[in-house]
């Protein structure tokens, strides 16, 4: 058997480049929450909750991708540090709405330069901004792509 097939050499997997950019990408961005005493994920929801103000754990899951055993714990987190609220939907047992609390939505002044802080730390005189808002519209696309590739092999 040859050891040369080349489409098991790292720099031939679409996976690598997405899962290294992925990690380096939450790692720019741990200086900034540091201060808000958050993490990443947690930042991912409480965008979700600024733009849209109260949502059910189920809709916060499929916004961002994650599966409610891992939103579960970190939604209770963000309720511990009081910046979230959790209820059941007086309509419906079953759900949960989440909302944030009168110090979470304080904490959105406070995040609101983080986005300038990493669009500039991803530009350079190779990568313009055009080219990294073309970039992030073509992995959403590929996001879209993926989740209904595998939510159809169900």
């Known amino acids: 058997m040859s ?23 939450t790692k720019m961005y741990t200086p900034h929450l540091k201060p808000l005493d958050i993490t990443y994920p947690q930042y991912l929801v409480l965008l979700a909750l600024w733009q849209y103000k109260q949502m059910s754990v189920k809709d916060i899951g499929a916004r961002l991708f994650l599966e ?45 330069e983080i986005p300038e802080k990493i669009l500039s730390a991803f530009t350079t005189e190779d990568f313009d901004e055009s080219e990294l808002i073309s970039f992030r519209n073509n992995l959403v696309k590929l996001l879209h792509i993926i989740q209904d590739k595998t939510s159809n092999n169900k």
Do not use: W
Request: aromatic residues 2%; charged residues 25%; contains cysteine.
């Open 68 to 112: 409610s055993n891992t939103l579960t714990p970190l939604l209770k987190r963000l309720e511990q540090k009081e910046l979230i609220h959790r209820v059941r939907s007086k309509t419906d047992e079953r759900t949960v709405m989440v909302s944030l609390s009168t110090k979470g939505d304080k904490l959105k002044e406070q995040a609101a």
């Open 3 to 25: 050891n040369s097939c080349e489409q098991l050499q790292l720099n031939n997997q679409l996976c690598f480049p997405l899962y290294a950019a992925s990690r380096l990408t």
